[in-house]
């Protein structure tokens, strides 16, 4: 099935339009991959499904192409809509899950700026349903990190390229101004979701 790019907007102070339109432009790279790589499944030989390895084939080369170009299309929808929706006050929900699992607000923010320092590809505020429990989740790139189960609420990209060209080296600053822009009707919109 083809899948088309969602047509975001800027509309945040977090990030320059420079940034984020060329930004846009990696996301309409992963839109794209994701759906050749979907053709290529769908034209794939009995000789290429034969010759499946692990080591090396082709078909191993559009599997694992097909969850990192999936995941960045994913990743980045969950991440622009929560940069560029308008800013919200928190709800008493939210702010109880943060009193409950960090103390307060100001807890789980530190907790997530030093999650977020540590990631090289994206931060991820998630509900993980096996153990019902809230966590500041790393991954390392698209693909590589993410716990099953887990259901992302607010979701940072922490790659270079989502925020070099206006902080330069200054994660913190970055990370800083993402989280006092936080639009908390978009999370607790995804927790009400998966937490009915
Ligand atoms: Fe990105």
Same mark, same amino acid.
């Given at each position: 099935?083809?899948?088309?790019?969602?047509?975001?907007?800027? %509309?945040?102070?977090?990030? /320059?339009?420079?940034?984020?339109?060329?930004?846009?432009?990696?996301? %309409?790279?992963?839109?794209?991959?994701?759906?050749?790589?979907?053709?290529?499944?769908?034209?794939?030989?009995? *000789?290429?499904?034969?010759? *499946?390895?692990?080591?090396?084939?082709?078909?191993?080369? $559009?599997?694992?192409?097909?969850?990192?170009?999936?995941?960045?299309?994913? $990743? #980045?929808?969950?991440?622009? %809509?929560?940069?560029? /929706?308008?800013?919200?006050?928190?709800?008493?929900?939210?702010? #109880?899950?943060?009193? %409950?699992? &960090?103390?307060?607000?100001?807890?789980?923010?530190?907790?997530? *700026? *030093?999650?977020?320092? =540590?990631?090289?590809? &994206?931060?991820?505020?998630?509900?993980?349903?096996?153990?019902?429990?809230?966590?500041?989740?790393?991954?390392?790139? #698209?693909?590589?990190?993410?716990?099953?189960?887990?259901?992302?609420?607010?979701?940072?990209?922490?790659?270079?390229?989502?925020?070099?060209?206006?902080?330069?080296?200054?994660?913190? =600053?970055?990370?800083?101004?993402?989280?006092?822009?936080?639009? &908390?009707?978009?999370?607790?919109?995804?927790?009400?979701?998966?937490?009915?």
């Amino acid at each position: 099935m083809e899948i088309t790019a969602i047509p975001f907007v800027h %509309q945040t102070e977090v990030v /320059s339009k420079k940034l984020f339109d060329d930004h846009l432009k990696l996301y %309409q790279g992963y839109v794209d991959k994701t759906n050749e790589i979907g053709l290529k499944l769908a034209a794939s030989s009995r *000789a290429d499904l034969a010759a *499946a390895n692990a080591t090396y084939s082709i078909y191993r080369g $559009l599997k694992r192409g097909e969850s990192f170009a999936l995941d960045g299309v994913i $990743l #980045h929808e969950l991440y622009f %809509q929560n940069l560029v /929706s308008e800013k919200s006050a928190m709800g008493k929900r939210i702010n #109880h899950i943060f009193d %409950q699992n &960090w103390g307060s607000f100001d807890g789980w923010k530190d907790a997530f *700026a *030093a999650a977020a320092k =540590t990631a090289r590809g &994206w931060c991820i505020f998630a509900y993980e349903q096996r153990t019902k429990t809230f966590r500041n989740i790393v991954l390392d790139s #698209h693909d590589d990190g993410l716990v099953c189960g887990a259901y992302p609420l607010l979701v940072l990209d922490m790659y270079e390229h989502a925020y070099m060209l206006d902080y330069e080296t200054d994660k913190a =600053t970055y990370i800083d101004r993402f989280v006092a822009d936080i639009p &908390w009707s978009v999370v607790e919109r995804r927790s009400a979701a998966i937490m009915r």
